[in-house]
């Protein structure tokens, strides 16, 4: 965890923080359905605040939007990111 860490900061990585930061709010609003089908299921409603379901919503959204749009668009320019063994 520590070695994906460093090397997620890291300026010549391979990892994509955008769909990093888009699993983790895709994580929380899994997390926010789990939790409303439990606490349903026990007879509570669970009041989570439309603005911060929609938040993560447009997290996940964007982040996979930007990281595809981003891969397209290497892809027509002829240079793509990928590292070839």
């Known amino acids: 965890m520590k070695k994906f860490l460093r090397d997620l900061f890291d300026d010549n990585n391979t ?3 955008k769909s990093v930061v888009g699993f ?5 609003m899994i997390s926010f359905a789990v939790a409303d089908i ?3 299921t026990l007879g509570k409603d669970l009041v ?3 603005f911060i379901f ?3 919503l447009w997290l996940v959204l964007g982040s996979f939007g ?3 749009v981003d891969k397209w668009i ?3 320019k002829g240079t ?3 590292v070839s063994e």
Request: charged share 25%.
């Open 66 to 68: 930007i990281a595809s």
């Open 24 to 28: 983790l709010a895709f994580l929380m």
């Open 48 to 50: 989570i605040n439309e």
């Open 74 to 76: 290497n892809k027509s």
């Open 38 to 40: 439990v606490t349903g």
């Open 15 to 17: 990892i994509n923080e």
């Open 54 to 56: 929609n938040s993560f």
């Open 80 to 82: 793509d990111d990928e």
